[in-house]
């Protein structure tokens, strides 16, 4: 009885193995269709996924960078304009010092004369300074007359005065006549002012007695004789000198010594010929 109990037992334990090996394979069989058509479709989508993820990253790494990069950028275009502008300041300081040099050397060539330096501040001209106007006025002692220095020598004279300002002719204006003389020779002659003529750089010279030496390089300077110029002031220098078609004159050309393309301050001589003749007359008559 019992070893019959057992082999029941044996058979459908055997029959249970065999069903669960059965189902086992049968499960196996279904799901993988499943699983297939699923990876098919997921597979795709999430290397897509992959690649979106992996662009936006980089699109955002290189928008980081590149936002860096311009502050950064920003930062040092700041600087390089800060040193570009202190540079520049440097420079124009060491320009104006210069020019003042220059002027300083011109007051201590003439230090007969009483001076007052100006700054000019306008002028009629787009091309020169023929007529400009400077910063210093009759409250500074400015009047008529005065005659004006810089670059070396003669620029113009005084013809009108405000408060704080005044107005000067230069002598390459077409009015301006300067009488004047060969500093070698004394001998005498007309520096006119000519603007068509100026544009070669020069200006003419005329007046000049048949018999003058002076020639070719000769420092030209203001004479005794003018009415409203100080005497020995230098113009410029002689060239090109020679006798007219008449031969009873002598004729020729000058190249100033001022620069009259470029003027930021200049000199006004308070003294002026009128004044100083009077002085001399008055110490002559005993007063």
């Known amino acids: 009885m019992e070893n019959r109990r057992s082999k029941y037992i044996f058979i459908i334990l055997t029959v249970l193995c065999i069903m669960m ?11 993988n269709p499943l699983r297939n058509t699923v990876g098919t479709v997921l597979v795709p989508i999430q290397s897509g996924v992959n690649r979106v993820g992996r662009g936006l990253y980089s ?6 960078n590149l936002t ?13 304009d800060t040193l570009t502008e202190e540079n520049n300041i440097l420079k124009q300081n060491d ?5 003042l040099r220059e002027l300083y050397s011109l007051d201590q060539e003439y230090l007969q004369y009483t001076k007052i330096a100006a700054r000019v501040i306008a002028k009629d001209s787009e091309n020169w300074f023929q ?13 008529v007359d005065q005659n004006v220095m810089a670059k070396g020598g003669l620029v113009g004279i005084v013809t009108d005065v405000g408060v704080n300002y005044a107005t000067v002719r230069s002598i390459i204006d077409d009015e301006s006549r300067v009488s004047c003389m060969g500093i070698q020779s004394s001998d005498t002659c007309i520096v006119a002012g000519d603007l068509k003529l100026f544009e070669e750089g020069r200006l003419r010279i005329t ?7 002076i020639q070719d390089g000769d420092r030209i300077v203001t004479s005794n004789i003018s009415s409203k110029f100080l005497p020995g002031i230098l113009v410029g220098f002689a060239i090109d000198i020679e006798e007219d078609e008449k031969r009873l004159m002598k004729n020729g050309y000058l190249i100033p010594v001022a620069d009259f393309t470029d003027l930021q301050e200049v000199l ?9 003749f009077q002085k001399e007359s008055s110490s002559e008559l005993g007063e």
């Open 59 to 64: 699109q955002w790494e290189r928008h980081k």
């Open 21 to 31: 090996v059965v189902l086992s394979s049968i499960k196996d069989g279904l799901m």
């Open 95 to 99: 320009e104006e010092l210069k020019r």
């Open 207 to 213: 007046n000049m007695k048949k018999d003058a030496v």
């Open 268 to 276: 006004v001589i308070t003294d002026r010929k009128d004044d100083r």
């Open 68 to 80: 860096e990069a311009e502050a950064e950028n920003a930062k040092l275009q700041a600087k390089i």
């Open 131 to 143: 007529v400009f106007r400077i910063d210093k006025g009759s409250k500074d002692g400015i009047k």
